[in-house]
């Protein structure tokens, strides 16, 4: 069973950066697509983005597009998401999530595996 944890949170002003990580203890998803979720007190848990198989295909949330860039290396069975100019509104609990299936998804129905979250917190 894919087994996902989730690291690299904080505290942040707005402007700044922060790497999290998504690591696979079990060492399985290497053929699945992962995505990352985040929710917000109060909100619906939202869409950030997600990386096919492969590394080679990933898409993002309009909101976070052109900021946020995720990555995978096979050999660590790891999943980066690479965030810079961090907003106020990106505060929440970011999630990974390993896909049913080998191809990127931004519907949470698509992924059958979930780390507990790690806490992203940008401060104004």
């Known amino acids: 069973q894919v087994q996902l944890v989730e690291s690299g949170g904080g505290l942040v002003q707005a402007g700044d950066s922060l790497r999290l990580s998504c690591a696979d203890s079990k060492r399985t998803f290497s053929n699945n697509a992962v995505g990352w979720f985040r929710q917000a007190p109060g909100k619906e848990r939202e869409f950030v983005g997600s990386i096919g198989w492969r590394g080679s295909n990933a898409y993002y949330a309009d909101s976070v597009k052109g900021r946020f860039t995720i990555s995978r290396d096979i050999a660590k069975s790891t999943v980066y998401l690479q965030m810079n100019s961090l907003k106020p509104e990106d505060t929440a609990l970011y999630y990974c999530?390993?896909?049913?299936?080998?191809?990127?998804?931004?519907?949470?129905?698509?992924?059958?595996?979930w780390g507990q979250g790690t806490q992203v917190t940008v401060s104004s």
């Open positions: 999530a390993s896909g049913r299936g080998a191809y990127a998804s931004a519907q949470a129905k698509d992924y059958n595996y």
